[in-house]
């Protein structure tokens, strides 16, 4: 692969941010924004059953949690009930999970 992206492991509330296009956060927007993120990356290792180190390996894992943190910064939850599924998050986390059954 050719290019750079920021890891799973090394994605920032400054990261998450400037992908949101926030111009003005102030410190509780900043707090809330790290538990999100926190949140997100816990949802998608939890969800595929991957590592932190193989989620690394994984570029399409950090648009995963972009759009998580998106979804949960915009609407103040992540819908995960089967008929408002987040299309984007399923197709990349489907993709890459080893604990479905």
């Excluded at 890891?7 to 927007?29: G, H, P």
């Excluded at 972009?66 to 910064?73: A, G, K």
């Amino acid at each position: 692969m050719s290019g750079t992206y920021v890891q799973f492991s090394q994605i920032t509330v400054d990261d998450i941010i400037a992908y949101l296009r926030l111009t003005e956060v102030d410190e509780s927007e900043r707090t809330l924004l790290s538990s999100i993120l926190e949140a997100s990356r816990s949802h998608v290792l939890t969800y595929t059953g991957q590592t932190e180190e193989k989620a690394d390996t994984f570029p399409e894992f950090t648009i995963a949690v972009y759009s998580i943190c998106e979804e949960m910064f915009d609407k103040r939850t992540f819908t995960t009930d089967n008929t408002k599924v987040n299309e984007v998050v399923a197709s990349i986390l489907g993709s890459r999970s080893v604990n479905l059954l």
